[in-house]
């Protein structure tokens, strides 16, 4: 694909629209359809549309596969350490309520928080199970 400039530049001007959307997905969804999970799917379709067009090389620069692996657990941990304040407050896990003085505040941030441990963990899931297909393929 060296050779298709039209696809190229085209997809190097979709990947900051794409990468956009995941972000709209992923902050609307307290308000709508939408959230982390759909949110990092979207993300690692940008890093695997890279790849297809920008060879996989080119893909592991950008999200090398090191980093990729370690974001997987620190999603989940994000995800985890998301109800530790309340535990600590003396209320139930994931009790948004401790994170701000208003319980509605509180429940924005809460959700922000585990919504930002998905998308952390799916995207980072999804660009790794990725990674493993077209390595085993290689026969790397």
Known sequence: MKN?????????????????????????GDYGPGG????????????????????????KRVAPEWLVERLVPTGVLIYASAGLPAMFAGKNYLDYTVYSHDPLHGHEWGVLLVET????????????????????GRGA
């Open 4 to 28: 298709d400039v039209i696809l190229r530049v085209g997809v190097k001007l979709l990947l900051p629209f794409i990468l956009l959307f995941a972000l709209y997905v992923h902050y609307h």
């Open 36 to 59: 982390g999970f759909q949110a990092g799917v979207i993300s690692a379709g940008m890093i695997i549309l890279y790849a297809l067009v920008f060879g996989v090389e080119r893909a």
């Open 117 to 136: 441990g998905v998308i952390v963990t799916v995207a980072s899931t999804m660009t790794a199970i990725f990674y493993a297909f077209v390595d085993r």
